[in-house]
């Protein structure tokens, strides 16, 4: 008898059960998806008011609580509201007048910790918030910006800047600060500082516009800023700064701009007539740096006195913020890319800043 033919025909069938039991394996592909949660908005309140509080709006259930902070925490935010941002957990609002940085748990916001920016007893007055790695960034009108070390809420350095610094982003790996001049009327500054946030030291100061103010930038390498000029002869103008060789390289001269907000590929421009009681907004390509609409609004929903402007470029809404009029509480139009209504809801005194929230979600398929 021949064992080696044995042996094959006993070892075929585990070969073939083998082959025709192995599961056909498709690899789980995860993808994380990101929702939007829940959009704060910081409600400035009145100069020397002492009334500054936060709106919290959530996309689930399309529920508002018009003063949210106080409801979290049972007291006031302070006097005068400037900024408001979202870094990891936490939920940061700058508190000019009082001069306070609120930190709060952004899932529920409730504080955290009250860090006062005082020189001695002379108040900081900080102004804008930004972040790079784990320090938060705040520009104050004393000429200063803090750095804070965003794990410990303590802060551990200031820089000097230029004069009165009235905003701060982080991008392209540098900290950019537009230095206004604001408390030195009439002689406006027209400066943007440029700091290594590494070294924590200014590098450079570039020359803008008359009286810089906000900043933001797009995916090309360019930085958009509104210099607001002498709110005379110099009118208010959206610039752009290269931000590799650090200088203006174009300016809008057809319109007037107070604020604006970029998602995308498009910035949302806006602008008060204080004289005439008129608000404009509208679109530009910040890849081409042309005008697509000089009316953004296309359903016909009228606007009292535009006061904030944010787009979130997760859900694809734009945010506008109504003071109406400045005689009472706020509301808030959220509006879809094509210029449409969505919904609207009540804020506080003065609503400006919008900060937003953000879910993450993991899908297999």
């Known amino acids: 008898m021949n064992f080696k033919w044995i042996s094959a025909l006993l070892i075929l069938p585990f070969l073939m059960v083998s082959c025709t039991d192995e599961p056909d394996v498709t690899p789980v592909v995860q993808d994380t998806i990101v929702h939007s949660s829940a959009v704060y908005i910081m409600n400035e309140g009145l100069f020397n008011g002492n009334n500054a509080g936060i709106t919290r709006f959530t996309f689930s259930d399309s529920a508002s609580v018009a003063d949210f902070f106080m409801q979290q925490n049972g007291r006031g935010l302070g006097d005068t509201g400037s900024d408001l941002a979202v870094y990891g957990s936490?939920?940061?609002?700058?508190?000019n007048v009082s001069s306070q940085l609120e930190v709060m748990d952004a899932a529920t916001g409730i504080s955290l910790k009250q860090i006062p920016m005082f020189d001695g007893n002379s108040p900081r007055q900080p102004r804008k918030i930004a972040f790079y790695g784990n320090k938060a960034f705040?520009?104050?009108?004393?000429?200063?910006?803090?750095?804070?070390?965003?794990?410990t809420l303590a802060i551990t350095s200031y820089i000097n800047a230029g004069l009165n610094p009235d905003a701060i982003l982080s991008a392209g790996g540098k900290i950019w600060v537009s230095n206004s001049g604001g408390l030195n009327f009439p002689a406006y500054n027209n400066t943007v500082s440029v700091i290594d946030p590494v070294s924590l030291s200014q590098e450079k100061e570039i020359t803008v516009g008359t009286n810089p103010f906000t900043m933001a930038a797009d995916a090309y390498g360019d930085i958009y800023l509104i210099s607001r000029g002498n709110y005379g002869d110099e009118k208010s103008r959206l610039q752009v700064i290269d931000m590799a060789s650090q200088t203006v390289k174009h300016t809008f001269t057809d319109f007037e701009a107070i604020n604006f907000s970029i998602a995308g590929d498009s910035a949302y421009v806006y602008n008060y007539d204080w004289m005439t009681g008129e608000n404009t907004l509208r679109v530009i390509d910040v890849k081409t740096e042309a005008i697509i609409s000089n009316q953004f609004i296309t359903d016909g929903t009228a606007l009292q006195t535009v006061y904030g402007i944010s787009a979130d470029p997760v859900s694809g809404l734009i945010f506008i913020s109504d003071a109406m009029g400045f005689t009472g509480n706020g509301k808030v139009y959220a509006f879809t890319k094509t210029g449409r209504l969505r919904y609207t809801f009540d804020a506080g005194l003065n609503p400006s800043v919008f900060a937003f929230l953000y879910s993450k979600e993991i899908s297999s398929h």
Do not use: E, Q, S
């Open 90 to 95: 936490k939920l940061y609002a700058v508190v």
């Open 138 to 151: 705040v520009c104050c009108f004393d000429g200063t910006v803090a750095v804070v070390d965003t794990t």
